[in-house]
């Protein structure tokens, strides 16, 4: 089981960076694939980005690319993610997920999420 927290949300103005936070509880946390996905208002729920449980191997949306970094402090229960250059087509609500599965954009494999945290992008 893992309860998953994020954080470091909030509102910003175009072209700001923005490093978003997600506090793992459970010992187990490091044998999880961790994943970014971003649901805006009337939308599908997207991936964004996905590491192993080691994070030696990171996977991104094609689309944003470039923007986003995500990381992992396996000792701090802890993943990342980095997103510069933001837009306003970025406002969404931003979810963290756990899997041990594989890395990957399908959001049915993911067995735990967290309770999002809002990022706001003003132009």
């Known amino acids: 089981q893992v309860h998953l927290v994020e954080s470091g949300g909030g509102l910003v103005q175009a072209g700001d960076s923005l490093r978003l936070s997600c506090a793992a509880s459970g010992r187990t946390f490091s044998s999880y694939t961790m994943g970014w996905f971003r649901q805006a208002p009337g939308k599908e729920r997207d991936f964004l980005a996905a590491t192993t449980w080691s994070g030696d191997a990171t996977y991104y949306v094609a689309s944003m690319k470039g923007r986003l970094t995500i990381s992992r402090d396996n000792a701090k229960n802890t993943v990342y993610l980095q997103m510069n250059s933001l837009k306003p087509e970025d406002t969404a609500v931003y979810y963290c997920?756990?899997?041990?599965?594989?890395?990957?954009?399908?959001?049915?494999?993911?067995?735990?999420w967290g309770q999002g945290t809002q990022v706001t992008v003003s132009s």
């Open positions: 997920a756990a899997t041990t599965s594989s890395p990957g954009p399908f959001r049915y494999k993911y067995d735990y």
